[in-house]
């Protein structure tokens, strides 16, 4: 393989060369939405950060087998294996059935995803369909000595695992602080030490979502979910585990320690994890209120933003940061990046209709060698697109005629363009239907205008629900008028 990249490895907390262990095969696992409610932006973000290592993974050559999960089954709402399960208690109060609530976000987690031009992972598995593979592999940790159960719920006894094992190796935290930060068990407590977590789960009498298990009628505590499967389709060692930087303290901590009770190694070779997507410096997050969901930035439809900004608009805001880096969001950089993003796409417009000369007058060799380095440093997608506005800044000097290419670079430059923006970046031109409606879209919006001037509000409204009718949203701001094809 000509290109090779180095990989920052959460576990070791370094750079590595990333070889993986069977060439040109590579198996990823990354933790997937828990589809009990729709994704937010911040969601997004890690889904988008690892699109672009795939896609980069499979530009190189190699045959990545792809597995994200789904999670639809056992998620509390309490932070100690503690609470209702979250599905359950919104079917509860709309009165369906939880997998109605699963079903439901599950098609809306896959449109938001093919809206960003997302690749599908080869394997998407569900917890509740490998909940078989989850009690196996409690059974198994049960037989090596490193869980015990306690009417009904099987729980990790971290503390006898660290006595032969890192127990936070991930994230190389102290035991000691863990547990000065972990609150003291109650008197209702099962567990027998503070940080044990839940392998499996007694149901309670009015707990919906249930299973049959050799302890009793249960569901599978969140974190087997990931070890379970990852096993299943990928084996016991495999080549990269990756998630939101916010699962390395717990999740994916609980994970190596029941793949290491169960397998006897660490599951993943590397450890991948995407910073967060933050408003205001705070990490987005459904509980903090402060979630944007993908619609609202396509429609427009939220005070904080001025105008409706298009998928690939929003999918270029994230590439333009490192996935190791936060990024916060606003309605100004999301501006920034829409006046990017067309900028570049103008210059890929122009590629197919340069004139060669006989000779260069520029390096695209150097060019594409840089734009390849960043890439090979670590997915670095901001110092990728950086030499794509170098590209664009040569595209213009050759169609102003000011800069000269040989055919054979211009053939370079062309391939090497829309492979980093189409193949690896995964950004598409965006829809030919709606810049031919452009036109026609401005003097309808410019003849409502003129209604509401004359205080004809009739008319205006008239206007906006036929268009709406015809799937066109208009969007009113103070200063304009926008509109999106809904
Ligand atoms: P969840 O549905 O909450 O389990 O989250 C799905 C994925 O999104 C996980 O990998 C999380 O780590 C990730 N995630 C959650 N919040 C953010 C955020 N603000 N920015 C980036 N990734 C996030
Ligand atoms: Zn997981």
Not at 152 to 174: A, C, M, P
Not at 410 to 438: H, I, N, P, R, Y
Request: hydrophobic fraction near 40%; proline fraction near 4%.
């Amino acid at each position: 393989m000509k290109n090779q990249v180095q990989v920052y490895n959460t576990l070791t907390r370094s750079k590595e060369l990333f070889i993986p262990l069977q060439p040109p095969l590579v198996g990823m696992y990354v933790c997937g939405p828990t589809v009990y409610s729709d994704v937010h932006l911040g969601n997004c973000r890690t889904f988008v950060s690892f699109d672009l290592i795939y896609r980069y993974l499979l530009h190189l050559g190699y045959k990545v087998r792809y597995v994200r999960n789904i999670t639809d089954a056992g998620h509390l709402e309490g932070d100690r294996d503690e609470g209702d399960d979250k599905f359950a208690k919104k079917a509860k109060l709309e009165q369906v059935e939880p997998m109605e609530i699963v079903q439901r976000y599950t098609l809306g987690f896959h449109e938001v995803m093919g809206l960003l031009n997302t690749l599908p992972p080869s394997i998407e598995p569900t917890a509740t369909g490998h909940i078989a593979e989850q009690i196996e592999m409690v059974k198994e940790i049960l037989a090596s000595g490193l869980a015990y159960e306690v009417n009904g719920t099987v729980y990790f006894d971290v503390e006898k695992y660290s006595q032969n094992h890192n127990y936070t190796i991930l994230t190389n935290r102290q035991l000691e602080d863990l547990l000065a930060n972990t609150r003291e068990l109650g008197g209702q407590d099962d567990k027998k030490g503070r940080l044990d977590f839940a392998l499996w789960i007694k149901a309670k009498p009015e707990h919906i979502m249930r299973w049959p298990s050799p302890w009793g009628w249960g569901f599978p505590g969140w974190h087997i979910e990931c070890s379970a499967m990852s096993k299943k389709y990928l084996g016991d060692t495999f080549d990269i585990h990756g998630g939101g930087l916010d699962l390395a303290a717990t999740h994916h901590t609980n994970e190596i320690a029941q793949s290491q009770a169960c397998n006897h190694h660490e599951p993943a070779r590397f450890w991948m994890h995407t910073n967060m997507l933050t408003v205001n410096g705070t990490r987005m997050s459904k509980s903090a209120g402060n979630g944007f969901l993908p619609g609202e930035l396509f429609s427009g439809n939220h005070p904080s933003l001025s105008k409706a900004f298009s998928p690939m608009t929003v999918r270029f805001f994230m590439l333009q940061a490192h996935y190791r880096s936060t990024l916060d969001f606003s309605n100004e950089a999301l501006e920034a990046s829409e006046k990017g993003f067309k900028r570049l796409l103008q210059a890929v417009d122009l590629l197919n209709g340069l004139k060669p000369s006989d000779q260069s007058t520029c390096d695209v060799a150097a060019l594409k060698a840089r734009g390849y380095a960043a890439m090979n440093d670590d997915f670095n997608s901001p110092i990728l697109i950086a030499e794509l506005f170098e590209a664009v800044k040569l595209i213009n000097g050759i169609n102003d005629g000011k800069v000269q290419i040989s055919v054979a670079d211009l053939a370079s430059l062309s391939q090497f363009v829309k492979q980093m923006v189409f193949d690896v970046l995964g950004l598409q031109a965006e829809g030919k239907e709606g810049t031919e409606l452009a036109p026609l879209m401005d003097l309808v919006i410019k003849l409502r205008n003129e209604a509401k001037a004359k205080q004809d509000y009739a008319t205006s409204d008239k206007i906006r629900i036929a268009l709406q009718e015809a799937g066109i949203q208009l969007n009113d701001s103070k200063e304009s008028t926008t509109w999106t094809k809904l």
